[in-house]
C-alpha cells in the first residue's frame, strides 16, 4: 500500500544535540500523527497536528504541520539516550485511515 | 488514552496452521484497527473491525486469511489462517478516538516456520 516517505531513514546523533526529521507526501492529508516505537512494544503517540501551519509541542519534541498538507516535520532537542527507537509519522487519508510513514530510526551516543 | 492489552504478546507457529490474536480495551471505543507490520517495516493497515457487522478490508487483505471478529465495543480478536512464513510480523491493534488519534496495542510477534 501507499507509504509516506521519511528523511532519514536512520541516524546517529550525540546526546544533547538536536534531530530533525520530516515526512513528505504526494497526497493532502487532513492530520498527522507523530509516533514512536521501541523494541518489542507498539507505537506510541506522540503529538497530533490538525491544521495547516500548526506547530506542537511535548516536552522537547516539536511538530509542524506543513502549510502544503503533503508533509510535516518533528525536532527534537538536546536529544537524551532514551529518544532511542523508530519515529513514525501518519497521515489521515479520508474519515479514519492512516498510511504509515517508512520511519526514521535515531540512535543516540552517549 | 485507553489501556489496550493484545493476547498472545509472541507466538511461535507451524506453516498451515491458524492463530488467534486478542485485543481488549479498558473502555468502550467504536473504531477498532488491526495492522500488520513486517521485520523492519512500517506499518500496514489490515482492516477496520466493526462492532456488529463484517470487518472493512483493505486492499490486498481478505476475509478467508485474516478473519476478524468484534462481538462489542471493548473486545476484537483478528486470525491469521493457514499460516506460511511469509505470515511472520508483529500484528497490531489500535483504537481510534473522536480527535482522530489512534493508540496501539503492544503488539502480537508471530514467527511462522
Known amino acids: 500500500g501507499q507509504q509516506l516517505n521519511q528523511s532519514p531513514q536512520s541516524m546517529f546523533i550525540q546526546e544533547g544535540e538536536d534531530v530533525s526529521m520530516n515526512c513528505t507526501s504526494s497526497s493532502i492529508f487532513n492530520t498527522w500523527l507523530w509516533y514512536k516505537q521501541e523494541p518489542g512494544e507498539g507505537p506510541v503517540l506522540l503529538i497530533a497536528?490538525?491544521?495547516?501551519?500548526e506547530l506542537t509541542s511535548n516536552g522537547r519534541l516539536t511538530a509542524q504541520f506543513g502549510i502544503t498538507r503533503k508533509d510535516s516535520f518533528l525536532n527534537i532537542s538536546a536529544s537524551i539516550p532514551s529518544d532511542v527507537g523508530i519515529y513514525f509519522c501518519?497521515?489521515?487519508?479520508?474519515?479514519?485511515?492512516?498510511?504509515f510513514g517508512t520511519g526514521t530510526r535515531l540512535k543516540v551516543l552517549a | 488514552s485507553a489501556v489496550i492489552s493484545q493476547k498472545p504478546s509472541r507466538d511461535i507457529c507451524q506453516r498451515g496452521t491458524s492463530l488467534t490474536i486478542q485485543c481488549q480495551v479498558d473502555s468502550q471505543v467504536t473504531m477498532m484497527f488491526w495492522y500488520r507490520q513486517q521485520p523492519g517495516q512500517s506499518l500496514t493497515l489490515i482492516a477496520t473491525a466493526n462492532q456488529g457487522s463484517e470487518a472493512t478490508y483493505e486492499s490486498g487483505f481478505v476475509i478467508d486469511k485474516f478473519p476478524i471478529s468484534r462481538p462489542n465495543l471493548t473486545f476484537s480478536t483478528l486470525t491469521v489462517s493457514n499460516m506460511s512464513p511469509e505470515d511472520s510480523s508483529i500484528y497490531l491493534c489500535?483504537?481510534?478516538?473522536?480527535?482522530?488519534?489512534?493508540?496501539f496495542g503492544p503488539g502480537t510477534r508471530l514467527t511462522v516456520l
Open positions: 501518519a497521515g489521515r487519508e479520508g474519515t479514519y485511515k492512516y498510511i
Open positions: 489500535s483504537v481510534g478516538t473522536p480527535y482522530n488519534e489512534q493508540f
Open positions: 497536528l490538525y491544521k495547516a501551519g
